[in-house]
C-alpha cells in the first residue's frame, strides 16, 4: 500500500482522490476503445439509416458530408429490405478514446495541483466538455438510450462539475 501511496494526490479533502480515480477509469476507457468496439456498441446503441431529409446530391451539396447524414432507425423508416448502419467505428472509437485519455492526463495531473487556478479550470472544462457530448448525443442525435451503462460517464460528470464548482474557493489559492 506504501508503494501506491506516492501516487495518490496530495491536499486535504476527497475532491483530489475523485479526480484520480475518474481519470483511472478514464485510461481504461481509452484503453477498450483503441482494443474493443464492444463496449462502446453497448453504449452507442442505435442502428441508423439515410436521411431522407437532406435531398439529392447536386453542385453545391453534398448529402455524404452533412454531419446529419443518418437519422435513428425506425419501425417506420427502416423498411425490411434497408440495412442500417452502426455508427461507432474503429476511428470513432479510436478519437473517443484518444480525447478521453487527454481528458484523463489533465484531471490526473489537476488532481495534485488543484491549488493552481488555470490548472483547476481545465480540468472543470474537461467534466463539462464530456457532459455536453454525452447529453448532445442522447438528446439531439440520438445515438443512445438511457439505460445503465450511459448513467455512469453522466453521473461523473455532472458530479465533478458540480463538485468543483462549489469547492473551488477551498482548493484555489488566490
Known sequence: MDALKQYLPPGDGYL???????????????????????????????????????????????????????????????????????????LAARLFATYTLISAIIRLYASHHLDIEPVYMLAVWTYVVALGHFVSEGLVYKTYYLGGPQVLPLFFATTGIVWMTMQKGFYVQA
Open 16 to 90: 483530489p482522490y475523485y479526480m484520480f480515480i475518474t481519470s483511472v477509469i478514464a485510461v481504461g476507457n481509452s484503453l477498450q476503445n483503441y482494443l474493443t468496439l464492444h463496449f462502446s456498441r453497448r453504449f452507442y446503441n442505435g442502428q441508423f439509416v439515410p436521411n431522407p431529409s437532406l435531398g439529392p446530391k447536386t453542385a453545391a451539396f453534398n448529402p455524404e458530408d452533412s454531419t446529419r447524414k443518418l437519422i435513428p432507425a425506425t419501425p417506420a423508416n427502416a423498411p425490411k429490405t434497408a440495412q442500417t448502419t452502426d455508427q461507432v467505428t474503429p
